[in-house]
């Protein structure tokens, strides 16, 4: 029988707030090291707490992304142990009253749809940040105290791919939702996985893999342990419950330490902060500011014609997702697309810009997309005044007057070009005739060359053709 993986995930975010879970002090990552820092921050003795119901309402608008029972009546309490990053000596972190349960998220791995559990969302503080050299170690205590959600999974991914699609989904939701900014690499979003395998349905002694420093990573990581267990039974050993460490030059987990027994973090309530209890009111204000989601404009995306490809890209871009939703229903979708993901996409990377300090209102767009159906305006025109509809209030016919261009529509003048091109390409004239369609786009080419791009397509083909046909 073959070995069984099993995978659970532990998901730590950092919340978009201004300030930290228990005091004033700033909420801001980049800032000189312990300079955002208050006496309630680093612990000093007679300070006391105050909660930011601000990370309260993400921490609920979270849990409702991700379909979970809410604790609407909750606490906190203190998790104590020590750590140089822990000033107090404990840690305040919701243990007994999560603000959410039994919440799942919707994956698809090879066009296999798959619901992921969640066990429970809670909200925690952060710790101080170490920085370690071979002589000393250094806290930056701005990140202490910063609000967490922490979200567990449920042991119901059963494979590397299944893992990363969790993870790239749940990034996903948090960012769409506003949040958490979900940096990995600034350690705003951080993961960690507990993967056991085993032959029987009975799950096998588990090793957790802390502190995961990206999505593709959490694959590797995951692989590579569940070769190292399996050779570790398959030579007749033993898995001990162990903290590892994913070493992502050497492409292996690590050993960090043995848990020889069950942590005993002696959670008690936190005395000098009372139950906090969300209203109907909150409840309600938090599920009118979830924007519409991933799925629901994927859904909304693939009924309106756009490729896959392109769903996925305009999902990546937030910016001009929401700019998307701003249009018109009767618009051509397709094109639409394809133009904020071609051209307006690499005049926004160029000049780092965001779609909305352009100015190229929808209006505007919704203008060119029209013309384009109509045979008014060519892509290669489009190509040519793009920046000034990016860059001007200007309407598209005061832009395109202003670059001397005449989108050619009149039969007679078109005609004339036609039979012109046709007298100079007799040989191509010939290959036409003899069936050969590669002749029909050069002689195309000819014409729209000749007219300096402004030429109806449409039009210039059904002369063309019915010239030829004569």
């Not at 007749?236 to 043995?258: H, S």
Request: with cysteine; proline share 4%.
């Amino acid at each position: 029988m073959d070995y069984k993986t099993t995978v659970g995930i532990e998901i730590h975010c950092e919340l978009k707030t201004n300030s930290k879970m228990f005091s004033h002090g700033a909420n801001g990552y980049g800032a000189t090291a312990n300079s955002n820092i208050t006496e309630i921050d680093l612990g000093y003795p007679g300070s006391l707490p105050v909660l930011n119901k601000g990370a309260i309402l993400l921490a609920l608008r979270a849990a409702l992304v991700l379909n979970c029972t809410i604790n609407k009546r909750m606490h906190f309490d203190r998790k104590n142990y020590f750590y140089p990053d822990l000033p107090k000596g404990y840690q305040i972190t919701q243990a007994r009253t999560p603000i959410g349960v039994h919440g799942y998220v919707e994956i698809e791995v090879n066009g296999v749809p798959k619901k992921i559990g969640i066990h429970d969302i809670h909200i925690e503080e952060d710790t101080a940040k170490s920085a370690h050299s071979a002589t000393s170690s250094l806290l930056d205590f701005n990140r202490a105290g910063v609000p967490l959600i922490e979200i567990v999974t449920e042991p119901d991914m059963n494979s590397p791919e299944e893992a990363m699609a969790y993870v790239e989904k749940l990034r996903e939701l948090l960012l769409y939702a506003d949040i958490s900014d979900c940096k990995i690499e600034e350690g705003s979003m951080r993961c960690d996985v507990n993967v056991s395998v085993s032959k029987t349905e009975t799950l096998g002694t588990r090793a957790e893999i802390k502190n995961i420093g990206s999505i593709s990573n959490v694959g590797l990581a995951i692989q590579k342990e569940v070769e190292h267990q399996i050779e570790v039974y398959e030579q007749g050993g033993t898995i001990q419950e162990e903290t590892r460490r994913f070493d992502e030059k050497a492409g292996k987990t690590v050993l960090m330490r043995v848990k020889e027994t069950g942590n005993d973090y002696r959670y008690f309530p936190e005395p000098d902060i009372p139950f906090f209890e969300l209203t109907d009111e909150d409840m309600e204000m938090v599920q009118k500011t979830i924007p519409v989601l991933p799925n629901e404009r994927r859904k909304f995306y693939k009924e309106k014609g756009i490729s896959e490809i392109n769903q996925n890209k305009l999902i990546q871009n937030r910016d001009l997702s929401d700019y998307l939703l701003t249009a018109p229903e009767e618009l051509n979708y397709v094109v639409t697309s394809n133009i904020l993901l071609g051209d307006v996409l690499a005049y926004l990377n160029k000049t780092r810009k965001k779609i909305e300090e352009t100015h190229l209102s929808m209006e505007k767009l919704t203008k060119v997309v029209q013309m384009l159906d109509e045979g008014k305006l060519t892509n290669k025109i489009l190509k040519e005044i793009l920046e000034d509809l990016l860059e001007t209030d200007d309407a598209i016919d005061e832009v395109i007057k202003k670059h001397g261009i005449t989108q050619m529509n009149d039969t007679d003048s078109l005609m004339t070009v036609v039979k012109q091109v046709i007298n100079a390409n007799p040989e191509s004239v010939s290959d036409y005739r003899n069936g050969k369609d590669r002749a029909l786009k050069y002689l195309m080419g000819q014409i729209m060359k000749e007219t300096k791009g402004g030429a109806n397509p449409a039009l210039v083909n059904q002369l063309l053709v019915e010239e030829l046909t004569k």
